[in-house]
């Protein structure tokens, strides 16, 4: 799939489509979909004549449209566009640069004051600034070639620096035919979207494939005004996590009919396992949830429901293009998930312990079966951490006993310091959270082996699967 010749078809399908609508000054405006195309060269243009040719930049900033424009002219023109969360640190941008060898810092200006803290080679450029700028087109784009590295997603590890995926334009684009298959998206189709585009599946689920689809997006201006733009944008298409639908559900006191407007036609929902009674919360509205599984490593691509088929515990149906299989299976038949397929991804950009079996499956890490072609996910592969005296402190059983005294935890990176038990505790909301108090209580009732001697709050709030 050639991505640049389907938005050339695309220029005279759609043309003067009122595209991506961002609000400006509390007020919806557009980009048509020929402007939104000739910014991204215009763009890319100034990206080459300025020596970033076939470079990769890092890319950072909330969602808005001058992101999205420049990770259109870097992934599919210029080079390979490493995203990376807005609520990163200064050193976690200078690490990424340092490590990739990045030529440039690409960043709106929610980020300045970050990104000029930032003592690197790399040239930075505020998107914000200079786009109005550029109108000039040379086509003189980078060799098209759909198997090597387009783009670089960051992904949670179990040390403090989190590592690059890499991901190819065959990666990125094989999930469409299988998700058309499941839930077709049209031209008519309005997508309202608050996730990140440094979050996999944002970037190509959401925005990627609107450029198949033709259909139209609405950018949250607010994360705490998701319920009042939704019913302001009446969206044919929403994704979230299972907190959100949660969260939709307690402002509605349970009656969802009018949260999403009056046109609705498909939810989905990945990340973490929805609840029983969260989905009959839904489906007594007329409202059905689609499970999505995958991973950043399979470019958001793995299984996903067909609509009429939720009513199991499975995480969706497998991708019939998929060869997935589990390994190290116990009685009952739960093992490792792998897979082997297009949407695998092409390697980290750091060091780590070998993702892939022999025969070349990328091991997921997480603990399932496959029956009948649709996906059950039980549990995540043990992370073990042993300490000088050879104890096993089983990192998965102490999260899980965390984020049960306290649903307001994302998630928990544990290690070990001074041969000590660290926690780096990821919230929701900090001001929901009393870490003293809840860590108090932990070390109360655990075993010697598995208290925690210090903890931190990380400054990051993040609704992503993190990979530990």
Known sequence: MNI?????????????KDYIFEKVNGEYKP???????AKSKAFATFLVENGFKNETVILIGKNSINLMIADVAVTFYTGVCASMAFGVTADDIKDAAESLGAKAILFTSDQEEKVSSIETEAQKINLDEILPKLSEIR????EYNIDEPAKIIFTGGSTSKPKGVKLSLKNIFFGWEPLKRRAEFVENDVMYFFL????????????YYSFISGLSLYICSDTAKI????????????????????????????DVSQAFGDRIRFLFAGGAPIKDELKATYKKAGLEILNAYALTETASSFAIDYPGQTDTDAVGTVFEELDVKTIDTDENGVGEVCVKGDCVFCGYTTETVNPFTEDGYFKTGDLGYVKDGKLF???RKKKVLIGSNGENIYVTDIQAKLRKMDSNINFVRLSLKDDKLDALFFLQNPDNTDLDKLVAEYNDNCDHKDIIYSYSLSEKRNNDKLVD
Do not use: M, Q
Request: hydrophobic residues 40%; negative net charge; proline residues 4%.
């Open 4 to 16: 640049r010749d389907i938005i050339e078809d695309d220029l005279t399908r759609l043309n003067n």
């Open 227 to 254: 319920g009042e733009e939704l019913r302001e944008v009446r969206p044919t298409i929403f994704c979230a996590v299972p907190l959100i639908y949660e969260r939709i559900a307690e402002a509605y006191n349970g």
């Open 31 to 37: 980009i048509k979909f020929n402007d939104f195309v």
């Open 196 to 207: 990140p585009l440094s979050h996999t599946y944002a970037d190509i689920y959401i925005f």
């Open 139 to 142: 086509e003189d784009w980078k």
């Open 377 to 379: 996910i039980t549990g």
